[in-house]
């Protein structure tokens, strides 16, 4: 028998100051089968450094037409495309033309030589295309300190993230490879 999805409730308090924006939202997210805790983390963390009312994530890992997340328009245009992982770049670029923002956060074993096959290779990249590199520690920290039930506490100030689950901090500054994925 297929094993199903692993569903995580969520409880995020969201201060990003660099945007002047605050919220505080309950959620539901979805770990496929095949997807690691550590992408299914990253997520729920693009949700909170690109969050906006009409942010939502994309039906999974397996609808490949999809992003992880985005905001689209009443009419059905995407504002923002948002990945997660290690992408081709030429994914990226396709729906930094036909969206309004495209944002990828990158992480992972091997993000470096991804980097250098995928993202310097890239000659003249959109305006609105932005990739941001969040570091395997503070990655890894969150997957171990992961429950079901999360209640992260998210700020962002000067580029800097903090985030608080239950007894325990974490801080990271994030790379900002290309773009203003942060603005």
């Not at 409730?9 to 496929?32: F, K, M, P, T, W």
């Not at 890894?140 to 300190?145: G, I, T, W």
Request: glycine residues 8%; hydrophobic residues 40%.
């Amino acid at each position: 028998m297929a094993r199903g999805a692993t569903i995580y409730r969520v409880h995020l308090e969201l201060a990003n100051v660099d945007r002047g924006l605050y919220a505080e939202r309950s959620l539901s997210i979805a770990q496929h089968p095949s997807e690691t805790l550590e992408r299914t983390l990253v997520r729920l963390l693009a949700y909170g450094l690109r969050y906006s009312e009409d942010l939502e994530f994309g039906r999974g890992i397996s609808a490949t037409d999809e992003p992880d997340l985005w905001t689209r328009s009443g009419d059905g245009r995407t504002i923002e495309w948002i990945e997660v992982g290690q992408p081709e770049m030429k994914r990226m670029v396709k729906a930094a033309r036909h969206a309004e923002r495209a944002t990828l956060i990158a992480f992972g074993d091997g993000c470096w030589r991804w980097k250098k096959a995928e993202l310097e290779p890239l000659v003249d990249p959109p305006k609105n295309l932005s990739v941001l590199f969040v570091e395997d520690r503070f990655v890894q920290d969150l997957a171990a300190s992961a429950e079901r039930q999360l209640r992260w506490s998210l700020t962002i100030s000067e580029g800097i993230l903090f985030l608080s689950t239950g007894q325990q901090s974490f801080e990271t500054t994030p790379e900002i490879w290309l773009g203003d994925p942060l603005g």
